[in-house]
């Protein structure tokens, strides 16, 4: 399994027509590394680079939105039906949902 | 229970209310402030109840647009919409010196569903309007995958939007119940929430009625609530299949999929190989799909009741070994469609000719196809074509493309 950053992460030598590929489905490239540029076509993205790796599963860390802390999607009870299971999208971690800590609040905890 | 319905009592008042798609939220920003818009118009698109319409309505107000909407409860004829959309426009209002001035926005909700004879000439009005436009036009829709939402692509901006996530929907639905003053058991929105499939709008409702009343929700009182079937597409049905753990998961991804059974037994036959490494494995799966699509045959336009042993046969040749299972990239819409696609222009050209040599020769296009047409081409390969293109009434074009004809 690869755990990549949504915000830069580096890939083996691809040749053209997967560079082309990877840009057509959203990815753009920043000096050294990848980011993904446009979400529209998440889930292919994610299969091309997989295909890149040699088929190795492809995850990426979820950020929570209330506490703002990195977390994988394997701690999540809920992960089994989600849609957008591994894909870069925020959500909530497992420690603010069961504190039930709200998005609203954390923002105006922050603020004082 | 009160009279306000908790969906429109709870609609986000500015951008930062609507909950989940963080991404397409972004993006639509930028692309509502950018002042040098790529394309005129943006379709937001992804399925019903995860907050397309409540993002624009959020952004007209954080923004200060006038919205002149179109949904799906007018009739969106092209004189309709020409008489709507078209003076919002192109046109500009009296204030505009005022301070409170608000500039228009065009919102044309479910525009997938701009069709039929009662919409004739809808789309094709779309386009023109946006094309011709001096304000930002927005789209939502549900589905565009269809051929006739075509168009569109061209001219729109596209922006997908996922299903919300479930512990999103909870801490939703907790904010809820604070403001309603409900004590909810956590056990009880966790159900309801996972029950919704990502659907926010009709969490809340479930949410209103089984608590709306009486201010308290517990775990069994939602024992009441039917289980939601949400419609899968063609990638999601064959990642579903493909990642199922067991048959029995396999056919109820199958049971929910929308998707033809004839597409998605030639991708299935594209899948394969790259699912199954071993070749007894492969050659189980491609036994099942045969089958599969021997009983797609036999259903033709009214033995309906096959369609089942159709979805179980689909399902095994997806599950003959899911512990096997490595990712790969899924190969949609099929190669043969594609290959259909980009041959077009050369099926075309061919069935012109073969009409026209089937004219003149009193034989079908078929025949001509097959009987006629490899004479032609040794005759016309031998620099004799002068006479006989003339006699069959072919353009150059015609006569160059049987030349470098490699087989019919």
Request: proline share 3%.
């Given at each position: 399994m690869v755990v990549l950053n949504k915000k830069g992460f580096k890939l083996p030598y691809i040749d053209r027509e997967k560079f082309i590929l990877l840009m057509r489905l959203g990815c753009d490239r920043n000096q050294s590394s990848f980011y993904i540029k446009n979400y529209n076509n998440i889930n292919r993205l994610v299969d091309t680079i997989s295909g890149i790796l040699d088929g190795e599963k492809v995850t990426f860390l979820q950020n929570c939105l209330t506490c703002g802390k990195d977390f994988a999607c394997s701690d999540c009870k809920y992960c089994d039906l989600c849609t957008t299971r591994d894909l870069p999208f925020q959500c909530i971690c497992p420690q603010c949902l069961k504190d039930g800590t709200s998005i609203d609040e954390n923002a105006e905890n922050n603020d004082l | 229970m009160s009279e306000d319905l908790w969906v429109e009592k709870y609609r986000p008042k500015k951008m930062s209310d609507v909950i989940g798609n963080e991404q397409a939220k972004a993006a639509f920003t930028e692309w509502l402030k950018s002042?040098?818009?790529?394309?005129k118009a943006v379709l937001l698109h992804g399925p019903?109840?995860?907050g397309k319409t409540a993002l624009i309505n959020a952004a007209a107000k954080d923004h200060s647009y006038r919205i002149v909407e179109m949904n799906a409860s007018d009739t969106r004829t092209e004189s309709t919409i020409n008489k709507i959309a078209l003076p919002a426009t192109t046109s500009f209002a009296l204030d505009e010196f005022s301070a409170d001035r608000k500039e228009n926005l065009l919102f044309l909700d479910e525009?997938?569903?701009?069709?039929?004879n009662q919409d004739k000439g809808g789309i094709t009005a779309i386009v023109k309007i946006i094309e011709e436009s001096k304000i930002p036009i927005i789209l939502a829709a549900?589905?565009?995958?269809?051929?006739?939402?075509?168009?569109l692509k061209k001219v729109c901006e596209y922006i997908r939007f996922q299903q919300i996530r479930t512990p999103l929907i909870i801490m939703a639905l907790q904010k809820i119940c604070r403001g309603e003053h409900v004590k909810a058991e956590f056990e009880a929105l966790e159900k309801i929430a996972e029950n919704s499939q990502g659907d926010l709008r009709s969490a809340i409702n479930d949410l209103q009625r089984l608590a709306g009343d009486k201010h308290h929700l517990i775990?069994?009182?939602?024992?009441?609530l039917s289980s939601r079937n949400k419609d899968v597409d063609i990638y999601e049905t064959l990642k579903g299949v493909f990642l199922a753990k067991s048959f029995v998961k396999a056919l109820n991804i199958l049971n929910r999929s929308r998707v033809d059974f004839d597409e998605l037994l030639l991708s299935m036959s594209d899948n394969i190989p790259n699912r199954y490494q071993n070749s007894i494995e492969l050659g189980r799966a491609y036994d099942l799909v045969s089958r599969a699509d021997v009983f797609t045959g036999r259903i033709a336009r009214e033995n309906w009741n096959l369609l089942k042993y159709v979805s179980s046969y689909i399902a095994e040749a997806a599950t003959v070994n899911p512990q096997s299972y490595k990712q790969f990239e899924l190969i949609t819409p099929p190669i043969r469609i594609i290959k259909l696609f980009w041959t077009r222009g050369k099926r075309t050209t061919l069935d012109n000719i073969c009409a026209k040599i089937g004219h003149r020769c009193h034989i079908s296009k078929s025949t001509a196809k097959e009987d006629v047409i490899p004479y032609i081409k040794a005759i016309m390969q031998q620099e004799k074509s002068d006479p006989l293109a003339v006699w069959l009434n072919l353009e150059a074009e015609e006569v160059e493309y049987i030349k470098k004809m490699d087989k019919i």
């Amino acid at each position: 399994m690869v755990v990549l950053n949504k915000k830069g992460f580096k890939l083996p030598y691809i040749d053209r027509e997967k560079f082309i590929l990877l840009m057509r489905l959203g990815c753009d490239r920043n000096q050294s590394s990848f980011y993904i540029k446009n979400y529209n076509n998440i889930n292919r993205l994610v299969d091309t680079i997989s295909g890149i790796l040699d088929g190795e599963k492809v995850t990426f860390l979820q950020n929570c939105l209330t506490c703002g802390k990195d977390f994988a999607c394997s701690d999540c009870k809920y992960c089994d039906l989600c849609t957008t299971r591994d894909l870069p999208f925020q959500c909530i971690c497992p420690q603010c949902l069961k504190d039930g800590t709200s998005i609203d609040e954390n923002a105006e905890n922050n603020d004082l | 229970m009160s009279e306000d319905l908790w969906v429109e009592k709870y609609r986000p008042k500015k951008m930062s209310d609507v909950i989940g798609n963080e991404q397409a939220k972004a993006a639509f920003t930028e692309w509502l402030k950018s002042k040098t818009r790529r394309k005129k118009a943006v379709l937001l698109h992804g399925p019903p109840g995860i907050g397309k319409t409540a993002l624009i309505n959020a952004a007209a107000k954080d923004h200060s647009y006038r919205i002149v909407e179109m949904n799906a409860s007018d009739t969106r004829t092209e004189s309709t919409i020409n008489k709507i959309a078209l003076p919002a426009t192109t046109s500009f209002a009296l204030d505009e010196f005022s301070a409170d001035r608000k500039e228009n926005l065009l919102f044309l909700d479910e525009v997938d569903g701009v069709f039929g004879n009662q919409d004739k000439g809808g789309i094709t009005a779309i386009v023109k309007i946006i094309e011709e436009s001096k304000i930002p036009i927005i789209l939502a829709a549900n589905n565009v995958e269809n051929q006739k939402l075509r168009p569109l692509k061209k001219v729109c901006e596209y922006i997908r939007f996922q299903q919300i996530r479930t512990p999103l929907i909870i801490m939703a639905l907790q904010k809820i119940c604070r403001g309603e003053h409900v004590k909810a058991e956590f056990e009880a929105l966790e159900k309801i929430a996972e029950n919704s499939q990502g659907d926010l709008r009709s969490a809340i409702n479930d949410l209103q009625r089984l608590a709306g009343d009486k201010h308290h929700l517990i775990l069994q009182d939602t024992l009441v609530l039917s289980s939601r079937n949400k419609d899968v597409d063609i990638y999601e049905t064959l990642k579903g299949v493909f990642l199922a753990k067991s048959f029995v998961k396999a056919l109820n991804i199958l049971n929910r999929s929308r998707v033809d059974f004839d597409e998605l037994l030639l991708s299935m036959s594209d899948n394969i190989p790259n699912r199954y490494q071993n070749s007894i494995e492969l050659g189980r799966a491609y036994d099942l799909v045969s089958r599969a699509d021997v009983f797609t045959g036999r259903i033709a336009r009214e033995n309906w009741n096959l369609l089942k042993y159709v979805s179980s046969y689909i399902a095994e040749a997806a599950t003959v070994n899911p512990q096997s299972y490595k990712q790969f990239e899924l190969i949609t819409p099929p190669i043969r469609i594609i290959k259909l696609f980009w041959t077009r222009g050369k099926r075309t050209t061919l069935d012109n000719i073969c009409a026209k040599i089937g004219h003149r020769c009193h034989i079908s296009k078929s025949t001509a196809k097959e009987d006629v047409i490899p004479y032609i081409k040794a005759i016309m390969q031998q620099e004799k074509s002068d006479p006989l293109a003339v006699w069959l009434n072919l353009e150059a074009e015609e006569v160059e493309y049987i030349k470098k004809m490699d087989k019919i």
